[in-house]
Structure formats: structure tokens, C-alpha cells
């Protein structure tokens, strides 16, 4: 099992996702370097968070333009697992890869602090191990995390189940309809504003209480052992 | 500009004239500043040496020991006059100077911190400078920050009006490397000296000297303009060059751009440096050699490289799209001969630069000091709870999560206990976590330099403390006006030798620090305003103490309450007054009680603990209620004090105090007792939500936890208008 987590110039969480997925979780990771061509290796990629390009004209929008999201396009056309975290769903959105949009937070402020989420899809391959209305403790950390979508878009959303998490208790940016997470149509693509590799390790959380944030990087763990064996 | 003694001791030691570049190089390398001339002599003095030091105070990071090859860099900094000016560009600019100075000991920077100080918020309306200035100082560090993805874990804010038109940025950052791999600047004949980074242009041209004399004029030109985008690119550059031992010695450009870092690196690697000024990659073409040697453009990094590793260097640095000059070569001793097309333009001995003739400025107590009043009378107070819900929502005491939250606090998996609390922790393996505090009082520092600056120290290693560390270092800033005028001089002294007396009896080494002077606009000078940092080491997970009670906890509380409100918030904010009884600490009591809870709670004994300064007892507990979202009921009457009334009894500022919680009351009792601690049992946590404190059957304050928080939170309604 080999995960890529995939590193633009200004990525800043990607050191964060290689220790909680190598050391904490035990699927294997590596860096792949946006230059990098060959990316047929991986059996699944994370999109990690930071400011690539230093957030320049708009959060996600050049990284969007590199050579390693048209081959990312093509794995997620053939149906490999790709989650993108933070900057990462900023970038998929960019890419075209996401419906949607995400704009700058309500207040215009930056915004780090624990919230909940609920969840409310569990047949992706990042959300099988969870439960319908599970409620995650989680933190969040962007400035860009309002994701807006017309209406008609939005009814498809729901159509097709693509929203896989939305905020609980309280709208920290202003997000349609509460949505902290969204998957394509088919479900294997899947970007959220909120950080789950922050919540793996319960020393970490503000309580010290343990998080179920972790079950989305095992669901992959999960979804992939089953494929590769069959 | 250089004096006239300066300009005499100059050309006796050039033996001729100096040239038009070679003053502006001087003039900026014998700025306040750089030079450190007003201050050298005395910080020469701090403590600086112990067990964990590997290197002290000195033009870059300290470095601590932390064990098993770990070591720690910290270096404090702060960028006061420009973000006065331009409050984003200049707080922004700021976290990346101290970022710079931690890579460059080939350690990777972990976190920051910083002390801020203001004008009062009071009244502050749309258009209050105050307020502007707050709001863009925080976006400003926030967003340099947040960027480069390193954790801005905690801090210390101050409002008073003595900063009007004005505000202190300070930006402490830490650095986490292994020992053997710190990087050990040295230098050989043939060595290739580097610029790389950010191209050079006319952006903060002769900041040093800017930040070297009262802010008179709000000289935009002088203040630099961020990139952290070039700069996270730098660090990451940086990390993997040091990893292929391409680096032999590193210096980043700050104060005086490349004039002070050719001098200052040329002196540390003890060589002389040819350069060529015309290789240099620029902003904008026709740069005059003087502005391309003084300009303070940011992110820019200077590099000694062996010619062998220039392919590798070559290779990272592209990977990183950093742009990057050769600039010249190292060559023989102690002299900077610097080159404009091959023709030689300055030529100056770097020995002669880093040395400038120390000032001896006159030194008198001030005036004021003489006409201050011990004894004030006060009226009766009917509703203590009105004074406590003021005291909750002065923005000295309350809640800072309008700003916490505006910083990535959590970035890079390490921050254990958030911003807001006693101290904050980082975690630097499973089992090793660092706690670092910065604390400031500049009210108390303003009535007693000597006692205020005593009090910061005791502080910050009991905030450091509460989360179950050991203190091993500290750093220190110091910032008053300006050092021309003797009674500010005095007040610095007396600060100085604060830190010497504290040092000395506590011994943990000074391992870092700056000196800030001119800290002045025409009002007036700023109140003296230390600012201390203190690094504390915990050495195992089950030792992290945090500040939030637990329902059964038994309250005890630590430390005699003297009647010490002088420069209180309380006597601050309810009176305006000028009142000189500052808390004393007395360091045998100081050292007694923080050996007494570290012992607790390496036993297990304890289950919240909590600093009991700014704003006293009455606060203390009310962050306690708060933090736990509880109900807390105290007789005051137990509390050890010499106090007159309750007010004064709830809101003393005297230091060496704890509050902690426990469940083991009997043990705690013990062991204080065996120890000779002046301590008593002071209450109980419950489930009630209200904050209950009674003076032996009469009650005092009776809050519910709404009301509680809703002061508490004030700032965020200030803030955000609402």
C-alpha cells in the first residue's frame, strides 16, 4: 500500500500528513514533488494543506495549473482515492476536479480553532469505517474555506450524496448549507477544509479526549487493503 | 548619522577618509541597532553560560541542550519602528527576520511567539489608531505565519497608554535541529560567497538607523516589504542544502542589509570577503553600489560555500526557484574589500566595523519616582461583582482567542497546550515537550524598573512551570526610549540588573536577548518594557499540567498576598493613579514555591495549576471557572495575606503565587508543609457553574459562568464591532 502525498512549493502540511499516515497510522507515504512525472506507482494520493504559491491571485489556483494535476485528472478518472485537505480541496476545486467554489472566510479573518463536524456519506473510501451523523472533533485553519455553489448545483450535490461532512453547531466561514467536505460523483475524489491529521494523536486535542478524525485515513487504509486483495 | 566623536575615532583607525560608501556601511553597523553601544557593557554581564548551553547570546539563535543529540535554537526580535509606520508590512517582516536567524543555525523553526504592545483599547472607535494598529500588527504576523507554515503558539499583549501612536512587535521563534548537525560557520580561503533570495531594491533603505532614533516621521521607505512565500522556499532550501553539507557558514540579512552581514559574517568565521556589488541580483537596474549595501529588501540569505558543493547547492536552490549570485570570495584576513566592476570602492577592516566605540551615557533616577504616592485612599466598594466583570473584560486580563485564532497555532503536529493558557507546550518527541512563555509588565517596570523587570522573570518561569517544565533558559528583550536621555538610561540599568540578580540565584542562563532603544514618538517615551521569555523542559507526557479544574479538585493556593497594588490593573484601570507599591519578589520564596509545585506535580499531584499575577486572586480564579467551564467556591479568608480590604486582598498583583487543584488534598498538605511553604487550602471545584467567593460566611462575588465569560470575552466584541 503506497500512498503519495503530493508537495507543491509552499505546501506546509505535507510533513504534518507523512508523520501521521507513516509513524501514527501505518500506511505507507512518500512525497511526490510536483515535478515529478511518474505518480502510476501510488494507490492512492493526498492533496495536503498549506499555501502553494504563497496563496497568490487566489488560494489553489496556480498549483491548479502544474503539470502534475493533468496526470492527477487522469488517475482520478480512473478511479484512484484522491483527498484533498484544506489547500488541497482549494486546489482540486481549482483543477476542476470538485464542484464549487471556495472564497474567502465570512469575516475576512484567518480562522484556527476545534469544532465538530457530522458525517454524512459513508461510502467513500475515506468515510467506510465511520457512521451516518457520526460528529468528529476537528480543528480548522484557513482564511479561503467558504465553499459557495449555485443552487442547481448544490440540489445535485445532495442528489448524488456528495456532501460528505458539514459543520456542526456552528458556520465557521460561512459555507453553504454548513459543507466542510465534498466527493465527485463517483466518490473517489474528496476535499475537506477541516484537518484530520491534526486529530490523530489525542495529546494533541484540546481535551486530550480522543478524536475519531483518524477513521478517515484508516477508511482509505481500509478501502485499500480490500482492493489490493481482490 | 555618525557623531563627531565617531567620526574623529573613524579616520584614526582607517588613517585617512573615509569615502562616502564606507560612512554609510558604518553609519549602519554603528547604529543603536546593530552596535549595541549604549548596551554592550552591560549585557555583557548577563549569565549566559550553563549546563545546557551550547551557544549563548550572540548575533544569531541560542542554542540549549535538550538531550539525546535534541537541541533547541531561540532567538527573540523586534520590529517596533516599522510596524509603527506600516503596522502589516512591519509585524510580517519582523517574523521573518527571526525565522531567518533560527535556519541559519541549521535547525528548523517550530514555533513563534510574540509580545505585543499597544495604546489602550478604551474607547477605540472605528478610526482609533490603537485599534488599526492591533488589528494589522496581528493580520500582518498572522499572515507571514500561517504561510509558512510555522505555528504561532502563544504570546503576551499589553495595552497602556503610553504607547500611544505607537506599538512594540516582538517575535520570539524556536528551532528544533540534532547536535551534530548545527551548523558550525567556518570559512576558507577560495570559499564562494552567495546572496540568494529575494533581489535587492530600494525597500528599507537605512532601516537600522530608522530604528536607531525617535519616530518623528513616518518613513514609509524604511519599512520592507514581506514575501513569506520566498521565504518558507528559503527555509526548506536552507534545510536540505545544510543536509548535504553544502553550508559552511550562513548569515540572513536584517537590520543594515548586506553592509552589517558581510561585516558580522566576515568577523564570525574570523576571514576577509572580496565582493563584487555588480553580481548582485537587483530588483530594479542602476542600484548605486550604497543602496545595494544597505538596503534591507527581506528574505535574502547570505551563504559560504566550498566551490565543490556549488553543483549540489546549485541543484536544491533551483528545485526551490530561489534566485541566486555568487558575490565574491573569501580572502584573507579581517578586511571587506568590496568591488563595483572591478574597481575597488570600499575597503574597511570588519573588526573595525563590529566594534564601535561603546557610548557611556549618564544615568540619573528619574523625577518621577520621587513624586509617586504610597498611600492612596480609596472609597468603599459595594458590588465587588461589577469589579470583577470589568477587571475579566479589560483587555490586559481577557481573552485573546480573537487573536489566537487568527494564527495557525497547530501547524507542524506539535502544540500541546494552544495559545491562551499558562505557557504554551510543544512537543518534541513522545516523550520530551518544550513549554515557552513571554511576559511583560511595563506598568510595574514604569514605578520600579528594578522589581517590575524582577517580576516579569518570576512569571514567566511560573506560567512555565504551571505546565509541569523546568525552566533552562531564558531570553530577554529589553526596549525603552531613548538611552541619550539619563533617566531612561537608569531604568534600563535597573532592568539589567534584574535579570543579572534573578539569573544569577535561579541559575538558568540568559541565551538570548536584544536591546531596543528610541522606543519614543514626540509624546513621550514608552513606559520601560522588558519583555521575558522563559524555555522550560518536561520531561515526561504524564507531567503536562494544564489550567482547566476538574469537578472534586481541592483549590489550594501558594505564596503570601501582600498589599502590593502598585501598577495593578485594578488600581490601573479603576484609578489612574500613580501608585508605587509594585510587587516585590523575593527570590528565596520565588525559588521555594516553583521547586514546591514541580515536585507536586512530578508526583501526580496535581490536576490544574494556575499563575496567579496580573489582575490577582479574583481573576485567577475566575479563569479557572471559565477554563473548566465549572463553578468554584473559595473563603477568601483562608487565603495567606496582609491585605486591608477585599479589593485589595482579590486584586494584588504580588508574585511567587500559585493556585492548583488536586485531588489528593491530604499529600499536597504534606508535602507544602515539609517544604515550608506559606500555603493554605482555599476551596473546592463543583458542578454549580458559578464562581462563589465568600469572605468566612460573607459573600463577596457571586458570578454564573455566562456572565463570567461574556466580560471575559470582550475583546472580541471590541474587535469585531459587535
Known amino acids: 500500500m503506497k500512498v503519495g502525498i503530493v508537495v507543491f512549493p509552499g505546501s506546509n502540511c505535507d510533513r504534518d500528513v507523512y508523520h501521521v499516515l507513516n509513524d501514527v497510522l501505518g500506511l505507507g507515504a512518500q512525497y511526490v514533488w510536483h515535478t515529478e512525472k511518474a505518480i502510476n506507482d501510488f494507490d492512492a494520493l493526498i492533496l495536503p494543506g498549506g499555501f502553494s504559491y504563497g496563496d497568490r491571485l487566489r488560494a489553489g489556483v496556480i498549483a491548479a495549473q502544474s503539470p502534475i494535476v493533468e496526470a492527477i485528472k487522469k488517475k482520478a478518472d480512473e478511479g484512484l482515492p484522491i483527498l484533498g485537505i484544506c489547500n488541497g480541496f482549494q486546489i482540486l476545486v481549482e483543477a476542476g476536479l470538485l464542484p464549487g467554489a471556495l472564497m474567502r472566510n465570512d469575516k475576512l479573518q484567518f480562522s484556527c480553532k476545534w469544532l465538530k463536524i457530522e458525517v454524512l456519506n459513508v461510502n467513500t473510501p475515506f468515510t467506510n469505517l465511520l457512521r451516518l451523523n457520526d460528529e468528529i472533533s476537528i480543528p480548522i485553519a484557513h482564511g479561503e474555506g467558504r465553499y459557495v455553489i449555485g443552487d442547481d448545483k448544490l440540489h445535485h450535490l445532495y442528489e448524488n450524496n456528495q456532501i460528505v461532512f458539514k459543520y456542526k453547531d456552528q458556520n465557521p466561514n460561512g459555507s453553504t448549507e454548513m459543507i466542510a467536505a465534498i466527493c465527485n460523483e463517483e466518490g473517489n475524489v474528496m476535499g475537506l477544509m477541516p484537518h484530520p491529521e491534526r486529530a490523530t494523536e489525542t495529546i494533541l486535542s484540546p481535551t486530550h479526549a480522543k478524536s475519531n478524525a483518524g477513521l478517515i485515513f484508516l477508511s482509505l487504509k481500509n478501502f485499500l487493503s480490500n482492493y489490493i486483495k481482490n | ?722
Not at chain 2, 44 to 71: F, H, M, T
Not at chain 2, 92 to 113: E, F, K, Q, W, Y
Not at chain 2, 479 to 494: A, C, D, L, R, V
Open chain 2, 1 to 722: 548619522m555618525l557623531t563627531r566623536k565617531e567620526d574623529i575615532y573613524l579616520r584614526e583607525k582607517l588613517g585617512r577618509k573615509p569615502n562616502l560608501l564606507e560612512i554609510d556601511m558604518i553609519d549602519a553597523e554603528w547604529s543603536e541597532h546593530c552596535s549595541y553601544k549604549s548596551s554592550r557593557k552591560y549585557v555583557k554581564l548577563l549569565p549566559s553560560s550553563g549546563k545546557r548551553v551550547i551557544v549563548g547570546p550572540g548575533y544569531d539563535a541560542g542554542v540549549l541542550d535538550l538531550g539525546n543529540d535534541d537541541v533547541l535554537t531561540v532567538h527573540i526580535e523586534s520590529h517596533n519602528h516599522p510596524s509603527a509606520v506600516e503596522p502589516y508590512g512591519g509585524a510580517a517582516t519582523g517574523v521573518g527576520g527571526v525565522i531567518r536567524d533560527i535556519i541559519s543555525m541549521g535547525t528548523r523553526p517550530i514555533a513563534l511567539l510574540n509580545a505585543l504592545r499597544f495604546s489602550s483599547l478604551n474607547g477605540a472607535n472605528k478610526t482609533s489608531k490603537a485599534k488599526w494598529l492591533f488589528k494589522n500588527v496581528v493580520k500582518g504576523i498572522a499572515d507571514y505565519g500561517n504561510c509558512i507554515g510555522i505555528p504561532t503558539v502563544g504570546g503576551d499583549i499589553e495595552f497602556d497608554d503610553s504607547f500611544k501612536d505607537y506599538c512594540l512587535v516582538d517575535v520570539a521563534a524556536i528551532g528544533l535541529g540534532k547536535k551534530d548537525k548545527l551548523i558550525a560557520n567556518h570559512a576558507n580561503d577560495g570559499d564562494l560567497i552567495v546572496l540568494a533570495g529575494n533581489p535587492t531594491g530600494k525597500d528599507g533603505i537605512r532601516g537600522a538607523s530608522f530604528a536607531s532614533k525617535l519616530l518623528d516621521e513616518e518613513d514609509r521607505s524604511a519599512v520592507q516589504i514581506p514575501d513569506p512565500f520566498l521565504e518558507k522556499l528559503i527555509i526548506e532550501a536552507t534545510i536540505e542544502a545544510a543536509k548535504n553539507n553544502c553550508i559552511n557558514a550562513i548569515k540572513d540579512l536584517g537590520g543594515g542589509g548586506l553592509s552589517c552581514c558581510l561585516s558580522e559574517l566576515s568577523h564570525l568565521v574570523n576571514r576577509g570577503f572580496e565582493i563584487e556589488l555588480s553580481s548582485v541580483h537587483t530588483k530594479v537596474a542602476g542600484l548605486s553600489p550604497n543602496e545595494i549595501m544597505i538596503s534591507e529588501s527581506q528574505e535574502r540569505m547570505v551563504y559560504i560555500i566550498n566551490k565543490q558543493k556549488l553543483s549540489t547547492f546549485d541543484k536544491i536552490f533551483n528545485k526551490y526557484g530561489i534566485t541566486y549570485s555568487i558575490i565574491g570570495k573569501v580572502h584573507g584576513q579581517d578586511n571587506l574589500n568590496i568591488l563595483f566592476h572591478g574597481k575597488a570602492i570600499a575597503n574597511i577592516s570588519c573588526n573595525l566595523m563590529v566594534n564601535a566605540p561603546l557610548c557611556n551615557r549618564k544615568s540619573k533616577k528619574p523625577e518621577y519616582l520621587k513624586k509617586i504616592k504610597k498611600k492612596i485612599v480609596l472609597d468603599k466598594i459595594r458590588d465587588y461583582n461589577i469589579i470583577l466583570l470589568d477587571m475579566l473584560s479589560n483587555p490586559n486580563i481577557g481573552n485573546k482567542n480573537w487573536v489566537y485564532q487568527q494564527y495557525d497555532h497547530e501547524v507542524g503536529l506539535r502544540t500541546v497546550i494552544k495559545p491562551g493558557a499558562n505557557a504554551s507546550v510543544i512537543k518534541i518527541n513522545d516523550n520530551k515537550f518544550v513549554s515557552i512563555k513571554l511576559d511583560g509588565n511595563s506598568k510595574h517596570c514604569y514605578l520600579d524598573p528594578y522589581h517590575g523587570t524582577l517580576g516579569c522573570l518570576s512569571e514567566a518561569c511560573r506560567n512555565v512551570i504551571c505546565t509541569g517544565a523546568e525552566p533552562i533558559g531564558i531570553i530577554d528583550h529589553l526596549q525603552f526610549g531613548s538611552p541619550e536621555n539619563p533617566q531612561i538610561y537608569w531604568t534600563f540599568k535597573e532592568s539589567i540588573e534584574a535579570i543579572i540578580d534573578f539569573c544569577n540565584f535561579m541559575k538558568i542562563p540568559v541565551v538570548g536577548g536584544k536591546v531596543s532603544f528610541y522606543n519614543e514618538t514626540m509624546n513621550s517615551p514608552i513606559k520601560p518594557s522588558p519583555i521575558i521569555g522563559t524555555i522550560g523542559l518536561i520531561e515526561d507526557r504524564w507531567h503536562i499540567t494544564t489550567n482547566v479544574p476538574n469537578v472534586g479538585d481541592t483549590l489550594f493556593i501558594l505564596g503570601q498576598t501582600n498589599e502590593e497594588l502598585g501598577g495593578s490593573e485594578y488600581f490601573d484601570s479603576h484609578l489612574h493613579s500613580k501608585y508605587g507599591n509594585v510587587p516585590m519578589v523575593d527570590l528565596e520564596t520565588d525559588r521555594r514555591n516553583n521547586l514546591a509545585v514541580l515536585h507536586l506535580i512530578q508526583n501526580g499531584l496535581v490536576d490544574c495549576a494556575h499563575d496567579c499575577s496580573k489582575g490577582g486572586i479574583g481573576t485567577a480564579l475566575a479563569e479557572l471557572a471559565i477554563s473548566g467551564k465549572l463553578g468554584i467556591t473559595v473563603d477568601l479568608k483562608k487565603v495567606p495575606n496582609n491585605c486591608s480590604r477585599y479589593d485589595y486582598l482579590l486584586f494584588s498583583e504580588t508574585h511567587s503565587r500559585f493556585i492548583i487543584g488536586t485531588r489528593q488534598p491530604d499529600k499536597v498538605n504534606k508535602i507544602l508543609s515539609s517544604r515550608n511553604c506559606i500555603f493554605s487550602e482555599i476551596g473546592k471545584v463543583d458542578r454549580t457553574k458559578i464562581l462563589n467567593l465568600c469572605y468566612s460566611g460573607k459573600e463577596i462575588i457571586n458570578l454564573p459562568y455566562d456572565d463570567l465569560n461574556l466580560g471575559y470575552n470582550t475583546m472580541n466584541h471590541i474587535m469585531n464591532g459587535t
